[in-house]
C-alpha cells in the first residue's frame, strides 16, 4: 500500500471515529436531558394528589409557578383524559394516550394537541384505584438543546473536515506528489530512459531539496558512465596498436620459411624483437598507470608520513638534470618544508610533472620548481617556457588518455595517463592541480597540498 493511500485510510478512519464520538455525545447528553425531565415528573408523582389539588387551587400562585411547564389531567374510569393543568407556554398540549393506558415509569409519548410534538409522560392511580393522574412534560427543551449540540458539532465537524482536506491537498502537493513523480522518473531511468529528470518541486520543501538532489546523481552518473564508457574505448584504442603490432610480428615469423639466418634476416629478427619489446614497453608503461589511477581511489592508497617536501624537490630537480642535461632547471624552496603526505606518490606526482615539462617544450627549454607556502596550504609548481597550451585544452588536461595533439601516438606523447595519475594523486592527499598557460610564454603546473 502506497503511503498515499495509508494517509488516506487513516484519515477515513479518524472521520468514522469522529462521527462515532459525535453521535456518541448527543446521544449521552439527550439521555442526561431526558432523564432531568423523568426525575422531576417522577418526584411529581410521588404525591399526585398534592399536584392536583395544587393545580386547582387559584390562589396557589406559588405552587401553579412551579408547575407552569407540567402538564397535568385525570383520567376518569371511563378512559377520558381532561386538562387539569397545560403549561402556559403551551396552554393546547394534551399527551396521546390510549383510554386507560397506565405509563408507571416515565415514557416518551407523541402529543394529541399542543405545539410540543413529544412529551415526557407518567400516570399515577389515585386513591380510589379507578381513575389516574397523568403527569407530562414537553421534551422541546430537551429536543433543542440536543439540535444545538447536534448542528455544533456537525458544523465542527465540517470545519475540520475541510481542514483536514487541505492538509491533505497540501501534503499531497508538497510532499507525495513530487514523491510520486520522483518514483516515476528513477523508474524511467532505471528502464534506459537517461535523459528523464525529476520535474522542480515546489520552492523552500524537502520535496524541491530532494528532486535537486536526485537530478545532481543522475547527471553525476550519467557524466561517470560516460567517462567510463569514453575511458574504456580509449584504453581499448591504446592497447589496441601495440596488440596490432605485436600480432603482426608474429605472424610475420610465422610466415618466415626455415633454415638459416643471413645477415639481413638476422637484422630483421632483431628489428623485430626490438619492436616488439617497444610495444610491450608502451603496453606495461599504458597497464601501470591503470594499475596506479586505481589504486589511488582506495581508501587506503596512502602511507602518511612527514615528508620533508624541500628535500624531495632538490631530489626530483636533480635528477631531472641528469635526464635532461640541456636543461637548465632551476629551484626556489625553503631549506625545510615538511607536510603530511606519502613520499612515494608526492615524489611520482612532481616526476610526472616535471616529465611533462620536458616531453612538450623544445630542447633547451627552461624548467623552474618553485615552492609558495600559504596557510594551511603547499603550492609547488612547475613552470617551462614552452610554447604554452591553447585555452581550449586546459579544462580537459587531466581527464584520462586526453592528449592536445590527438595526432601524437602513445609512442611520441605518451600514454595519455600522466596528468591523470598526478591528479589522482592530489586528490588522495586532499589537495588539487590548477594549470595556468599563455601562448608563447609558457605553460604552470602546480600540485597544491594541505600543509
Known amino acids: 500500500m502506497t503511503l498515499r493511500r495509508r494517509l488516506v485510510a487513516a484519515v477515513a478512519v479518524l472521520a468514522v471515529l469522529s462521527v462515532v464520538a459525535g453521535v456518541t455525545v448527543v446521544l449521552v447528553q439527550r439521555a442526561f436531558l431526558l432523564g432531568r425531565l423523568d426525575a422531576q415528573i417522577s418526584a411529581l408523582a410521588e404525591n399526585p394528589r398534592a399536584v392536583l389539588l395544587a393545580s386547582q387551587r387559584s390562589e396557589g400562585a406559588v405552587a401553579t409557578a412551579a408547575l407552569s411547564d407540567v402538564y397535568v389531567g385525570r383520567m376518569g374510569a371511563d378512559g377520558r383524559l381532561s386538562t387539569v393543568l397545560a403549561p402556559q407556554a403551551d396552554p393546547t398540549l394534551v399527551p396521546d394516550l390510549e383510554p386507560g393506558e397506565r405509563v408507571l415509569t416515565p415514557a416518551g409519548r407523541s402529543t394529541a394537541s399542543g405545539d410540543a410534538p413529544r412529551v415526557r409522560v407518567v400516570t399515577v392511580p389515585l386513591a380510589n384505584g379507578r381513575a389516574q393522574a397523568v403527569i407530562a412534560v414537553p ?68 520535496a524541491a531539496r530532494l528532486g535537486e538532489a536526485l537530478n545532481t546523481m543522475i547527471d553525476t552518473t550519467t557524466a561517470t558512465n560516460e567517462r567510463m564508457r569514453r575511458f574504456v574505448a580509449d584504453a581499448s584504442h591504446e592497447l589496441r596498436t601495440p596488440l596490432t603490432t605485436l600480432g603482426g610480428y608474429a605472424a610475420l615469423h610465422a610466415t618466415r620459411e626455415p633454415g638459416p639466418l643471413d645477415d639481413r634476416g638476422r637484422a630483421d629478427v632483431d628489428d623485430a624483437m626490438r619492436r616488439i619489446g617497444d610495444e610491450a614497453a608502451r603496453m606495461r608503461r599504458l597497464v601501470d598507470g591503470l594499475l596506479d589511477l586505481a589504486g589511488l581511489d582506495a581508501p587506503d592508497a596512502l602511507r602518511r608520513e612527514p615528508v620533508d617536501l624541500a628535500e624531495v624537490l632538490r631530489d626530483v630537480a636533480s635528477d631531472l638534470r641528469v635526464v635532461a642535461p640541456d636543461r637548465v632547471v632551476t629551484l626556489d624552496a625553503p631549506e625545510h618544508l615538511v607536510v603530511t603526505a606519502d613520499r612515494d606518490r608526492v615524489t611520482q606526482a612532481l616526476v610526472g610533472l616535471t616529465s611533462n615539462a620536458v616531453r612538450h617544450t623544445p630542447d633547451g627549454t627552461p624548467v623552474a620548481l618553485r615552492v609558495l607556502v600559504r596557510p594551511g596550504w603547499v603550492r609547488v609548481e612547475v613552470a617551462d617556457a614552452g610554447p604554452g597550451i591553447p585555452a581550449e585544452h586546459l579544462p580537459h588536461l587531466l581527464e584520462r588518455f586526453y592528449r592536445v595533439d590527438r595526432s601524437r601516438s602513445s609512442g611520441s606523447g605518451g600514454s595519455g595517463l600522466g596528468l591523470a595519475v598526478v591528479d589522482a594523486v592530489a586528490r588522495a592527499h586532499g589537495g588539487s592541480v590548477e594549470v595556468t598557460s599563455e601562448a608563447g610564454r609558457g605553460t604552470v603546473f602546480a600540485l597544491v597540498l594541505p600543509a
Open 139 to 206: 421534551t422541546t427543551s430537551a429536543d433543542l438543546t440536543t439540535r444545538r449540540l447536534a448542528l455544533t458539532l456537525g458544523l465542527t465537524g465540517l470545519v475540520v473536515a475541510a481542514f483536514v482536506g487541505l492538509l491533505l491537498w497540501w501534503v499531497d502537493r508538497l510532499g507525495l506528489r513530487p514523491i510520486a513523480e520522483m518514483t516515476d522518473a528513477a523508474d524511467a531511468i532505471t528502464a534506459g530512459d537517461t535523459s528523464r529528470r525529476v520535474p522542480p518541486g515546489p520552492p523552500g520543501t524537502e
